[in-house]
């Protein structure tokens, strides 16, 4: 075995999103200034023993991935498991990898807060000799069965976390690969073990843990020291009364003699929520999303408008905390309605109700509202954003 043997560093960012809430992917999201993703291409390529990186993408991902892979890395597509995704990895390292970096070490995406010194240890198990190395954690919890009720507890000290990156020797991991025959392996260290090898633990870092759901973001940039501040985003929209039996305000239908004439479902009130969403992320207006002109749109329930806004705002890193909304108009009288469209408004936007504020006022009949001609809305959200430079 070559000792300081220099390392190909695989990244899978194969993940669909449908687990983290998110439309896309959360290895795109924003942690700090930068994606989630580039922190691992960032630490993987300060190491001065990497000699490539191979990033392993979904193929209706891989413009976004270029993007932000900035030519530093060679992109492939991803399989329809991790496992095929690694195994695609793998095969593009391409045929003087294994002459040239003796190692290869394989790290999820969703693992933004990987360092050089975890690296270090991993490769330090190869350099002493052993085929592969995992980072683990010691688990701190109590570990119990609980298949049906409380079972037995398992010895906690036989126990740990298992992170990534992986690390292993190329040869030995490519091998394993390709004379794996069993189902879908939890990862490429049991596959590695499977063949015989005995597999290293190195020490973990909490840095390492996983962005799972949406709310990780916050906590493993916290981690990271990235730090966040209060935005204010704020919305404004007009509607029409005309003839028509009842109306949408907040995503809540209230009967009236008139209705509110517009493209969409004309819900005033959920257009002003979400230009002040939009607002959050500086992403312009309703209008540039979601254009009038567009027959996708025609008739539409605007909760939609405001799921999009919030989709873009999570992509973003941003997390909504408060919601703040003044219903102009003489009629229909909203008091009655107050709470529904409260309750409806919390539902919509994930929030606790104590976090929906819902006011409302005439304009003492004056102006298009007073006339009763029209309904206004206005709205603020209030949000924590990343502090970038
Ligand atoms: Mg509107």
């Known amino acids: 075995m070559e000792a300081e043997g220099k390392f ?20 795109f999201a924003l942690l700090g200034a930068k994606p989630v993703l580039a922190w691992s291409i960032d630490a993987f390529a300060a190491h001065p023993r990497c000699t490539q990186i191979i990033l392993v993408v979904p193929a209706d991902h891989f413009g976004t991935a270029e993007a932000i892979a900035a030519g530093r890395v060679k992109i492939v597509h991803g399989g329809d498991s991790r496992q095929a995704s690694v195994a695609a990895g793998l095969a593009a390292l391409g045929a003087d990898a294994v002459t040239d970096a003796p190692y290869v070490l394989i790290h999820d995406a969703a693992r933004p807060g990987l360092h050089g010194a975890v690296i270090d240890r991993l490769l330090g198990a190869l350099d002493a000799g052993a085929p592969g190395a995992v980072p683990t954690i010691p688990i701190a919890d109590s570990v119990a069965e609980v298949m049906d009720g409380l079972g037995d507890y398992a010895r906690r000290e036989n126990l740990a976390r298992v992170q990534t990156p992986q690390a292993f020797v190329a040869a030995q991991i490519i091998a394993a690969h390709a004379n794996w ?9 049991q596959m590695l073990r499977a063949t015989g090898a005995k597999v290293a633990l190195v020490s973990g870092d909490p840095l390492l843990g996983k962005i799972t759901h949406i709310g990780d973001l916050e906590r493993v940039g916290a981690m990271l020291g990235q730090a966040r501040i209060s935005v204010v985003g704020s919305g404004f929209d007009v509607h029409r009364l005309v003839a028509g039996d009842g109306l949408w305000l907040g995503g809540y ?28 992320v500086a992403a312009g207006d309703i209008g540039q999303h979601f254009p009038p002109s567009d027959p996708r749109w025609r008739g539409a329930a605007s909760d939609q408008f ?3 806004a919030m989709q873009w705002a999570a992509m973003a890193g941003v997390r909504i905390t408060h919601v703040d909304a003044t219903i102009i108009c003489e009629a229909p009288k909203i008091g009655p309605h107050r709470e529904a469209i409260r309750a409806r408004l919390a539902e919509i936007l994930g929030l606790p109700l104590a976090r929906i504020s819902l006011k409302a006022t005439t304009s003492e009949r004056l102006g298009f509202t007073g006339r009763g001609e029209g ?6 959200v209030s949000a924590q954003v990343w502090d970038v430079p």
């Open 375 to 380: 309904i206004a809305a206005q709205a603020s």
């Open 306 to 308: 405001v799921r999009h």
């Open 253 to 280: 239908f209230v009967p009236h003699h008139q209705k509110l004439d517009g493209h969409s479902d004309a819900d005033v009130l959920l257009h002003a929520i979400t230009d002040a969403i939009l607002g959050t």
């Open 181 to 189: 025959a069993g189902p879908d392996a939890g990862d490429d260290a």
């Open 8 to 27: 190909a560093a695989i990244i899978v960012a194969g993940g669909t999103g449908s687990r983290s809430g998110l439309a896309q992917p959360k290895q």
